[in-house]
């Protein structure tokens, strides 16, 4: 079946009644946790993944990446009029939106964010049509040393930009491989670690981790802090911007499409990344760097786009590979396994109308996103006034539900109230959850193919190092591995690490 | 924030102590799982390794609170509202132990109301309908409309 023949099949897949439905909740979704600051894809989608279970395994992904890319447009609204970041990839934003809406310029500032994410998500899901297959073909050829080392290299990566001490976030990332193997062994299929409790036979579910370290820990750290927020009182007015900022933005948004994409595509990297990565890129290129902070549209228009782009980029990996790229993405895979479909390089083929019906969905969800994010802001900015004394309960009471629909297991909730207490304390010292969260996922993966990888060489170690691909994802990792010890780029990282858990 | 020398109340002293304590216990376990060869390795493994890993990031860790490097534990905490997060905790923790025995709906309406009115107090006109409407709501959606049974605990409410 040629391309246009493929997508025309997933066409017919993503404009089923069912999986339009499922698309609208998993946009709407995506942009009410976007919008709340406190509240993020990661515990949306975590707290959603048990109703996948009762739709086909296409409804249930589509709703689930519709939470993902409509998370990106729902975070910018948040930064423009309230000056808080929804999501750790709108926290450019909030430099020169909020300017623009304390100029009374919110309107044009809400309409850029919505249109340059618009047109960088259809961008990004034409890009994911033409390298997807192309990347596929070539994933084929991928043996277990290669899979290792490319899941070292993510779990590197993503240790290297995470905020503070890497030594910190190299523990977390060793402690969520180690949770990962509570179970079964892939091999030998014998119990480790589960210390005679049948409910860890399966491991520890993601579901109440994912829930416990960001959701649970996240309410408990703003309770310490106390949440206030004041949403900007000046009239939104024409979403339309003008021709000027038109004539400003229509660059940024092409950068920012085009950097985020790639960006989206490293495991590791994303869309928080992306954003900044524009920012800076745009401050660079602008001839007047200085109007940058100052409301500047092209602060929007660039980063906007940058982290849509990225969020489409992200489903590469995960698709072509089975590696997910971030923690979001490995909840997608989450939803996957739970269908016992196996994504990677044999997706395509075994099941196409899966592939591309996910894949066209998401030129719908960007259309809906638009409509969703222009005529309907106002009843997003009436929910940005709830108090939080009054969302943290509803937040809670959503996790606990969430924990118990995905298994029907009490012990799940106290898993969860574990995870919770155990990411609250890690905030405090330091340690960032979101190395934890991906370890965990690929944990089992990454011994099972570290061990095939050395059973098939007959022990030999030096088959990571004599395959190109495995040795190229080797060299990098340790690079970046060494880089931190060097002060001045140590210096540089922690200007640029971020906070990735969101992402 | 920041003091030389070795102080017993630094967190990443802490930190590192305990993360010392978690990989010890690792690489035990990797241990007792069986390493195997390197041409046929063993459940434990990985494991065996990681946990010396572990163990090596949490010396320097450790390494760097001698330094002098890392906030007391007393800071960490300090102009806080720690009481609150306190609460909200030991009311969770009640809730996952009783929920079982009242079930769904007579477990979650108390701790509704806690959380409403124990952290930054909610007017009960709006704490008492939202406590008891929430979860009815939610117990009735996941009834009806998505099949999944919430339990109903000793007295079968629900």
């Known amino acids: 079946m040629d391309l246009a023949a493929q997508i025309a099949n997933g066409f017919a897949v993503a404009l089923t009644p069912i999986n339009l439905l499922y698309c609208f909740i998993g946009v709407f979704i995506g942009t009410l946790v976007g919008v709340l600051p406190g509240i993020g894809p990661i515990s949306a989608m975590s707290l959603l993944l048990p109703v996948t279970l009762s739709g086909t395994p296409e409804s249930g992904i589509i709703m689930m990446a519709g939470i993902y890319y409509g998370s990106m447009y729902g975070g910018s609204t948040t930064s423009i009029l309230v000056n808080i970041p929804g999501e750790a990839t709108s926290v450019v934003t909030c430099l020169d939106g909020h300017q623009m809406a304390k100029q009374g310029r919110a309107g044009p500032a809400l309409g850029m964010a919505a249109f340059s994410s618009f047109i960088a998500g259809t961008a990004a899901v034409v890009g994911l049509m033409i390298i997807a297959p192309f990347l596929a073909s070539f994933a084929v050829a991928f043996g277990p040393a290669e899979m290792f080392s490319l899941m070292v290299l993510g779990l590197v990566i993503v240790t290297f930009l995470t905020q503070g001490s890497m030594l910190k976030s190299l523990l977390m990332a060793s402690a ?184 066209t969905s998401m030129y719908i969800g960007n259309v809906m996103l638009l409509v969703l994010n222009l005529p309907l802001i106002g009843m997003w900015v009436q929910l940005l006034r709830l108090p939080y004394n009054i969302l943290f309960p509803m937040i809670l009471l959503f996790t606990v539900v969430g924990v118990f629909a995905s298994s029907n297991n009490v012990f799940d909730l106290y898993v969860m109230i574990a995870f919770g207490i155990f990411g609250y304390l890690a905030r405090k010292l330091g340690y960032e959850a979101a190395p934890l969260v991906l370890a965990f996922v690929l944990g089992s993966i990454m011994e099972n193919k570290l061990r095939t990888a050395l059973i098939i060489s007959s022990g030999e170690i030096s088959t990571f190092v004599k395959k190109p691909i495995s040795a190229v994802c080797l060299a990098i990792a340790a690079i970046m591995l060494l880089l931190p010890l060097i002060p001045a780029l140590r210096r540089k990282r922690e200007a640029v690490a971020l906070e990735d858990g969101n992402n | 924030m920041k003091s030389s020398g070795l102080r017993i109340n630094n967190a990443e002293l802490w930190g590192g102590a305990i993360w010392f304590a978690i990989s010890l216990f690792v690489v035990d376990q990797g241990r007792r799982l069986g390493l195997g060869s390197i041409n046929h390795p063993g459940m434990g493994f990985m494991m065996f390794w990681l946990g010396l890993v572990m163990a090596g990031l949490s010396l320097g860790v450790a390494v760097q609170s001698i330094k002098g490097e890392g906030p007391s534990l007393r800071a960490l905490w300090a102009e806080t509202r720690w009481a609150k997060t306190l609460i909200v905790i030991a009311a969770f923790v009640v809730y996952a132990l009783a929920f079982t025995q009242l079930g769904f709906l007579l477990s979650t309406v108390p701790l509704m109301l806690v959380l409403l009115r124990a952290i930054d107090p909610v007017r009960w006109t709006i704490a008492v309908p939202l406590s008891f409407g929430a979860p009815l709501l939610i117990w009735w959606a996941l009834k009806s409309l998505l099949q999944i049974q919430l339990p109903s605990g000793m007295f079968e409410i629900g």
């Open chain 1, 176 to 359: 969520g491989i180690v949770l990962g193997l509570i179970g079964l062994d892939s091999i030998t299929a014998q119990a480790r670690l589960t210390f005679g409790r049948i409910e860890l036979y399966d491991g520890i579910g993601l579901v109440p981790v994912v829930m416990g370290l960001f959701g649970v820990s996240e309410v408990l750290s703003n309770i310490e802090q106390g949440i206030k927020r004041t949403v900007t009182n000046t009239a939104i007015g024409s979403k339309l911007p003008t021709s000027d900022d038109w004539q400003r933005s229509r660059g940024p948004i092409w950068r920012g499409t085009v950097l985020g994409f790639f960006l989206g595509i490293i495991p590791g990297g994303g869309a928080v990344i992306a954003s900044f990565a524009s920012y800076a890129l745009e401050k660079r290129v602008s001839k007047t760097p200085e109007r940058f902070g100052k409301g500047a549209i092209e602060g929007v228009a660039g980063p906007e786009a940058a982290n849509n782009a990225a969020a489409g980029g992200a489903f590469i990996p995960l698709l072509t590979l089975g590696i997910p790229p971030n923690v979001v993405m490995a909840l997608l895979l989450g939803s996957f396994v739970i269908h016992n479909i196996t994504p990677g390089p044999l997706l395509m083929m075994q099941r196409p109308d899966l592939f591309w019906g996910v894949i």
